[in-house]
């Protein structure tokens, strides 16, 4: 993402708040709206739904598309159906794919009973906003035509294919990296704070903010002249992990006070950040040993199919095999400490002639710009100190 013109929008998007908002402030009336009527478990599950959804016609209604009219109906004829697959789609304990799979699959299973031939309408775009109504802390608002204009204009490395649900978690990690830049920027922050009205959801995780902000890039501002990045690309020490040593970790009793939360959020934000930079790197590395062919076969494996493969990202070496590649970014020196997983050590095992461990230290997220060690195979060697232990009960 080109950081130099993410800066120029937010101060058009400053300047151009009145305007804005006055269209699109409906988004923080309907949150608010939906979170005062919800309750999954109402006699009336029809009348509530109705109430709870009433003031999102902007979000859910344009030209030919009728996801709310279609609800209606189900709630009207199905209303034990559609709770039950409201219930499925609230529960965070599960993956978010196959929540968004599963309730459009059981819309199109009493759609089919119902109006046999019709559309469900219930496509990604509807299905995250009924996420974002419940959980306006944890989803972004969004629409692809949104998502393809912002790419284009930021110039973002991962362009969205119309259809694909993989395209919510890139657009999740875009939206997180997008609300940093916008929660250091107070003069936004208090244009905001003074538009929330007793009418309207307190917006307090700037979630709402950045969907808005992103809107208003592919929508209502004026497109920004592309200013010129410095590539990324330099040439990388490569090591094999077997001949790496680790120094001794002394184990020791005392207490620390951290705010480990905000330590989560900060260090997913760099590592996204990371992964990023490496995909433009590996870009340029296959451009360079021209293999332009590959390039488009770069797979972000960790935004498209979530953490827990062992690695963040498919690409290919200079031969044309295809690698594995994890990522682990530090704004800190070349040793600061950084932790494996089980999944990662095992995957560096099972593909340790392909399995590459790409090492970005001195990380300055302000111009994008990193040290890299590459680390090549199978990491048991520098895996010695556990952490945590996972635990799993057996007995009645």
Known sequence: MNRQILRQYIDEYKI????????????????????????IEATNFLEVLSQSIRLTQNLLKSGQYFPLRMLVHYATQRPEELRQLFRNLYD??????QRINDFQNGTETINNSLF?????????????????????????????????????????????????IENIGHFNSLCEIVKYEL???????????????????????????TQDFIYAVARHLNQQTPVPVASTFQTANEVSATNLSTSTDQ???????????????????????????????????????GLHKLVDKIKHTAKDEGDGTGY????????????????KTTKGGKN?????????????????????????????????TAEILIIKGDLTNLCEFPTTYKIILTND
């Open 16 to 39: 151009g708040f009145a305007r804005v908002n006055q269209q699109e402030i409906y988004k923080w009336k309907a949150v608010k709206c939906f979170q005062d009527n919800w309750n």
């Open 92 to 97: 965070e304990e599960n993956d978010i794919y």
């Open 116 to 164: 046999p031939g019709k559309n469900t309408y219930q496509d990604h775009r509807a299905i995250i906003v009924y996420l974002t109504l419940r959980y306006p802390e944890r989803y972004f608002f969004y629409k692809f035509e949104m998502f393809k204009q912002f790419s284009e204009r930021l110039e973002l490395t991962y362009r969205p294919t119309k259809g694909r």
């Open 183 to 209: 929660s250091n920027d107070q003069e936004l922050l208090q244009l905001h704070k003074d538009r929330i009205t007793a009418d309207c959801y307190n917006d307090i995780s700037l979630n709402i903010l």
């Open 251 to 289: 184990l020791t009793f005392r207490g620390r006070t951290v705010n480990f939360i905000q330590n989560n959020i900060d260090n997913k934000r760099i590592g996204d950040l990371g992964e990023l930079w490496v995909l433009k790197y590996e870009i340029e590395k296959l451009r360079q040993s």
């Open 312 to 327: 963040d990202i498919e690409s290919y070496d200079g031969n044309g095999q295809k690698i594995y590649i994890e990522v």
């Open 336 to 368: 600061s400490t950084f932790y494996i997983t089980r999944t990662e050590l095992e995957r560096s095992k099972i593909e340790k002639e392909n399995f590459y461990l790409y090492r970005l230290y001195n990380f300055n997220e302000d111009n994008d």
